[in-house]
């Protein structure tokens, strides 16, 4: 049994640094004093840091790792650094049961691969999904997976998805049968690659504990309409980012609408608290943490370019997976369905 | 040679209706008294709709044709109707020619079979792709191809697909040497799919009338560092649409900020103008008009749902591209570089 109240955090891991980590793991100790740590990284440098974060004393033991991995590390040489690096070894505190997720803002592929190495597999799936909730106009987020694990996947590896991401939905929304659809080019059956319609020919037909809404287009993500978007790494990765980087370019043109005259000027001015609102919304650091999941334990991923309020959400959201006890849901769910997904379609 | 200043117009196509396609044209001309139309649909039908558009009378003929491409039709059984639907006689026009372009909002795979197989292809393409010019923060739009017509491809057709983007780009923004980048899910050349990898190899070392500039993500679309940005048409599809979604998202996002409160409501109608503007420039019907390049003429497909101004800004991009020969000037392009095009990736 894993401690449930204790998350390990790579210390060394993404593009901000320590100082960032420290800050967000002492955020969020102070939104839940419940909360516990296990600090990995250069013991002398988070020694000196956490200085500045008292209140994380008494809930944060560091344990020291004397290497760091780089963000253009190769997975495969990464991995033969698990014992020595401040990522691996949190890890392995999951693996240990010593910590109930690992939090790391470190190089996506040498997480994942890592990660399966160290926790391996639930029984019946072949290979893990980066899956995180995104923003919609409904009532709750929508889970998309693959966001970027695995490039290229087969209609087995779509159905897994579906079947994990119903599992997080559940979990996370307190739903019965989460709505599930396939990202595709279009809404007729005969769209998109061969892969996604024999997917789609399985979810169809097959009983799993989620609802199949059929194919989703991008232009469809925020709509509310689904609870569970599942797609391959390579398209997850692209609307994720596209999704991000529109966001971005159309407050950067309503930033020079605003500042384009003083009568819009003054407009924005008195309408601040509105558009403060709408930017707390979309600010990508309130939505932070994708999971790894498949996997015999919890891995968050938080954005390598967090704030210290998005490694607190990270960290917040990997609590939650743990005190909701994610992994055994998802190999609950899992054995329910094994027969099913083993089955070739038709 | 073509008639260059006669568009031939789909005149049924579309999920808005003839209507709609015919204010659209009288709009086109109206900006453009030069332009000369053929009017392919319903003969009395048109007939009738023209009665609201005296000005269209002088600069319009009308063919008719007996039959309507559906919207669920398949492009295998579309192809038979070539003769006998206003979608297929409107390209049979630009064969002919008779029309120096052909403009249609049906059905996108029915539009693709019929024009590669009545025009052809153009010596050294293997396949056309969709390509539209999409909104940045820079000087100038970006073109984005493929947005849909193949959803699989290999590494010489992302290769050719850079070319023909490039003469595109060098023809709309005058440009001697446009930067052209592979859409991918990181930067580093160990990422994405084979094929793009190999396209990648291929880019980088042939002598080519464009800047290879590397792999692009998603959230970099539109900053302007790019002026051509290739991908197979499954992942243009999605970025599009989800760059389409997430725009309106934020602006329903913005909506509700703006009328959450009466100072909100008061700030906003201050700003109007300013976000009026921003409107404007984001509104999809003044980015309306994506061509399939590659092929022996020009097609342009113009969204389904688009409005008469939609129609219009489709219309006047066919009529920029007739205009600028862009089809010769991609021809040209490809007659230089069907060596390193063919030639295996080492």
Known sequence: MPDQSTIAVDAMGGDEG????????????GADEGMRFILVGDESRIA????????????AEVVHA??????????????????????????????????????SAGNTGA???MAKISLRMLPGIDRPALAAPLPTLGANDVIM????????VDARNLVQFAVMGAAYARTN???????????????????????????????????????????????KLARGDHDVIVCDGFAGNIALKTAEGTARFVADLLRRAFTSSIRSKLGFLISRPATELLRE????NNHNGAVFLGLNGIVVKSHGGASASGVATAIGNAAKMVRADLTRRIADDLGNVAQTMIRPAA
Do not use: C, W, Y
């Open 145 to 152: 997976l693959d966001l970027g694990a695995n490039a290229e």
């Open 281 to 284: 919304h979309l600010d990508p």
């Open 173 to 219: 929304f307190d739903l019965e049968s989460p709505r599930v659809g396939l990202l595709n080019i279009g809404s007729e059956e005969q769209k998109g690659t061969g892969e996604i319609r024999e997917a789609a020919q399985v979810l169809r037909s097959a009983t799993l504990p989620l609802t199949f809404t059929g194919f989703v287009e991008g232009d």
């Open 48 to 59: 000196d840091g956490l200085r500045k974060h008292p209140n994380l004393s008494a809930g």
């Open 111 to 113: 997480l994942m691969a």
């Open 66 to 103: 004397p290497e760091v991995i780089g963000g253009s590390d190769k997975p495969s040489q990464a991995i033969r650094r698990a014992k020595t690096t401040s990522m691996g070894i949190a890890i392995d505190l999951v693996k240990k049961g010593r910590a109930g997720a690992a939090v």
């Open 18 to 29: 320590l100082a960032v980590m420290l800050a967000g793991v002492a955020k969020a100790r």
